[in-house]
Nanobody
Framework: QVQLVESGGGLVQAGGSLRLSCAAPGRTFTMYSMGWFRQAQGKEREFVVGISRGGGSIYYADSVKGRFTMSRDNAKNMVYLQMNSLKPEDTAVYYC?????????????????WGQGTQVTVSL
């Protein structure tokens, strides 16, 4: 069992930045590829970005490429999502997720564990 705890959400004006963090206590963190998803009110959960176990491969959704950066620190069991140039359409609950194996990053059903989510609201 992997417990994931997100933090760092909040309210920001368009064009601003936020940094989300996801803590994954435990000794098995490096076994998992990690991802960030988001879900806006009334919409389906959407893939944002995924990162391989060692951090050497990162996959971004087209909607966030060039604005968002995902990273991980395996020594601290942490993953991060730096979000710059935020837009109102980025408003959503953001979820951190962990998966085993080599399944596709952008399919939420491939992930085994999820955090509780953190709200990001971008105002005009």
């Amino acid at each position: 069992q992997v417990q994931l705890v997100e933090s760092g959400g909040g309210l920001v004006q368009a064009g601003g930045s936020l940094r989300l963090s996801c803590a994954a206590p435990g000794r098995t963190f490096t076994m998992y590829s990690m991802g960030w998803f988001r879900q806006a009110q009334g919409k389906e959960r959407e893939f944002v970005v995924g990162i391989s176990r060692g951090g050497g491969s990162i996959y971004y959704a087209d909607s966030v490429k060039g604005r968002f950066t995902m990273s991980r620190d395996n020594a601290k069991n942490m993953v991060y999502l730096q979000m710059n140039s935020l837009k109102p359409e980025d408003t959503a609950v953001y979820y951190c997720a962990a998966k085993l194996g080599a399944s596709t990053y952008n399919v939420y059903r491939n992930y085994d564990f999820w955090g509780q989510g953190t709200q990001v609201t971008v105002s005009l």
